[in-house]
């Protein structure tokens, strides 16, 4: 299915679902995500170990949920976050209302999801319809461009399409291919001998789930062979995670005339027939051209038959959980317990709400803001906002490691800067999308299917700037280079992000170091090579790049330092981005604080100074827990450094955080002040 949401060059604070198991509910009740000295655990000296100190209290108390890969601050509000949007959509399936309308989209997709009996009826029948189509296929320029067409409902087999603003026309939309039609989280998993495990359950995973579509068990694990080999070619020309944040390296515009001729054995011309797109097209944006050259000898070198197993394998993997049970639950085992080490699957209210929110996520959002996004929110946010902006622009007015000529492009760009908060001005209207009470995979594909079209329909027309890339009830925030936005959907405006009962270090600690990350990604490694009008262009000096990328490497650096479990460090250079936005998140929302404590007493609260309680808030909503598989692929393909270490990695490189904790030369959590990072 090709993805509700395309945020090209979008950085986002994070990405982490959660659900409500029975393990994470304390005594009846959902935990309490919100900063408290009680989470705290005072006996670890705060110089020794930071993260322990302001954290130690929770992380001696909790276990990670049954049916999670990770747990935090995140997953707490998550939790929270999810009990709200049950009781919107169990309402709204109890009474739908007008047909058509909000309530019956959003109550009929949920009570569809609920239909075991129905779902477990049917089978295999709502894919009856695909498989006939790829057995069907005579020549492999037919079976290719029958498997494009299914981008448009579901799964994306051999290549992806993208459908977002053009980065160096950032006004129109453009029409990009990238690599894709690959099983495993990544490159690596296909050849590095640390996921020889992995590799070994995928072939046994694929070949469970032939069975379970009819196949003998020897044909099965055969087929399975088959697959793993197309799959692991595939690979060999794919970038790997920290190739793919080179947004010019992934950027390269040719003409459909080229891009054809480019890639001889690869049915270019009957895949964009079969995507719909306008033939007013003329140009394409292909993201890895080695991958495609790649892909085309693939499918030169491989048998029909081969790349009709795989293109059903590619189905089956895309909709096993909207089919069986027996084939839902196959997929979880592997992608859920063998990848990242969950035992158990959320429950199927949760599965179902997310399918909402995924499918009709502004209907849903439509009925979250009415019930629970209070306007006196955005009012705190905007003041919040505008004090943090003030503080960034002073300092790039001031860095002295600026010339003169990339700083005024650098205010232009951020004079030009907007957030948006809480939800959209305009709702996406789904009066397109049909939704049926007693057909839950008909009601995703038909989803999937309008917004497929709605999006390839607009290429080459102007950008819509108010158009939300996540939904309002999302509990993460992001910042997109195109179009020069940060946005905080209504779901993040809790605790312990936001806070109304809480002083303003706090708050300031919590969601303004988060504003500060966010304004910061415009101007990271990636961010940067945007300009004002958000194209993708070089407009720093090469002394201002050579400065900015030395300053970067001792972030690098002291990130490659980290063990996040024995013998696995974190990606300095993959995680760079995140952790450039921590650090001058952490930073300038500390100065934006001094700035609102003035005039004002400042009382120690709990025993603790507003500067004590910044930095305690930060680190206690990076809280993490991971279970070691889970870990391992954060490390692989993930662009955050885990929580655990982004609770106090940035701060170590701020004399005001050791000046708050009287933390010196010697103690264990001092970085000496050549090794130390500054860039905004």
Not at 46 to 60: E, L, Q
Not at 445 to 465: E, M
Request: glycine share 8%; net charge neutral.
């Amino acid at each position: 299915m090709i993805p509700k949401r395309h945020l090209f060059s979008a950085a986002c604070l994070l990405i982490l679902a959660a659900g409500l198991p029975l393990c994470a509910i304390e005594n009846g009740k959902l935990p309490d995500p919100g900063f408290s000295i009680d989470k705290m655990n005072q006996s670890v000296d705060s110089r020794t170990d930071f993260a322990k100190y302001a954290a130690g209290g929770w992380y001696a108390r909790t276990q990670i949920p049954a049916d999670k890969s990770r747990w935090g601050g995140f997953g707490e509000l998550s939790e929270r976050n999810w009990a709200n949007l049950r009781a919107l959509v169990e309402a709204a399936a109890a009474n739908p209302g007008v047909p058509g309308g909000v309530s019956q989209k959003v109550g009929d997709l949920y009570a569809s999801a609920l239909d075991t009996a129905t779902i477990n009826r049917r089978g295999l029948d709502p894919i009856a319809a695909d498989l006939a189509g790829i057995a069907a296929a005579k020549d492999k320029e037919a079976l290719v461009a029958f498997a494009a067409q299914m981008q448009l409902r579901l799964g994306s087999p051999f290549f992806r399409a993208a459908f977002f603003p053009d980065q160096k026309q950032s006004d129109r939309y453009g029409f990009y291919l990238m690599q894709g039609g690959m099983s495993l989280p990544s490159k690596e998993y296909y050849f590095s001998d640390k996921f020889a495990r992995e590799r070994w359950e995928f072939t046994g995973h694929v070949a469970r789930m032939f069975e379970l579509a009819g196949e003998t068990r020897p044909v099965a694990y055969r087929h399975a062979e088959a697959v793993f080999a197309l799959e692991k070619a595939l690979a060999t020309n794919a970038k790997l995670p920290v190739e793919l944040r080179d947004r010019i390296a992934n950027y390269n515009k040719m003409t459909m005339a080229a891009a054809i001729a480019a890639y001889p054995d690869f049915p270019l011309q009957r895949c964009i027939a079969e995507l719909g797109v306008p033939a007013a097209v003329t140009e394409v944006i292909v993201g890895q051209p080695k991958f495609f050259e790649g892909l085309s000898r693939v499918l030169q070198e491989t048998s029909l038959d081969d790349l009709q197993t795989y293109t059903r394998w590619q189905l089956l993997r895309a909709t096993a959980p909207y089919l069986t049970e027996a084939l839902e639950q196959e997929n979880f085992r592997f992608y859920g317990t063998v990848l990242s080490g969950t035992p158990q699957q959320e429950p199927r209210w949760q599965r179902a709400t997310k399918v909402v929110d995924e499918a009709v996520g502004e209907a849903l959002g439509q009925l979250y803001v009415a019930k629970h996004y209070p306007p006196e929110a955005k009012a705190r946010m905007d003041e919040m906002i505008r004090n943090i902006q003030i503080v960034f622009r002073g300092r790039l007015e001031k860095l002295a490691w600026m010339s003169e000529a990339t700083r005024q492009k650098a205010l232009a760009k951020f004079d030009r800067f907007e957030p948006m908060i809480g939800y959209p001005e305009k709702w996406l209207d789904y009066t397109a999308v049909e939704i049926r009470r007693d057909d839950y995979f008909g009601n995703v594909v038909r989803a999937s299917l309008a917004d497929s079209r709605r999006r390839i329909a607009r290429i080459g027309q102007k950008v819509d700037r108010r158009e939300w890339g996540m939904t309002p009830p999302t509990v993460n925030a992001y910042y997109s280079s195109v179009t020069n936005q940060i946005v905080f959907p209504a779901g993040i405006l809790q605790p312990p992000f936001f806070d109304f009962t809480m002083d303003d270090a706090v708050n300031y600690g919590a969601i303004g170091a988060v504003i500060g990350h966010e304004i910061t990604h415009g101007f990271d490694d990636q961010g940067r090579r945007s300009d004002a009008d958000g194209n993708l262009t070089d407009w720093w000096t090469q002394e201002d790049a050579a400065k900015f990328s030395e300053r970067s490497q001792k972030l690098v650096q002291q990130f490659n330092s980290y063990q996040a479990l024995p013998g696995l460090a974190i990606n300095g250079q993959l995680s760079l981005g995140e952790n450039i936005g921590d650090l001058g998140g952490t930073s300038i929302a500390f100065e934006a604080l001094q700035r609102s404590l003035q005039g004002r007493e400042r009382k120690p609260i709990d025993g603790f100074t507003p500067e004590q309680r910044f930095y305690i808030s930060w680190a206690q909503q990076w809280r993490t827990l991971f279970r070691d598989d889970a870990m391992r692929m954060q490390i692989t393909r993930g662009p955050h450094a885990p929580g655990n270490f982004r609770a106090f990695g940035p701060l170590v490189n701020q004399q005001e955080f050791f000046d708050a904790f009287g933390i010196k030369e010697g103690d264990p959590m001092w970085r000496k002040p050549e090794d130390r990072t500054k860039i905004w």
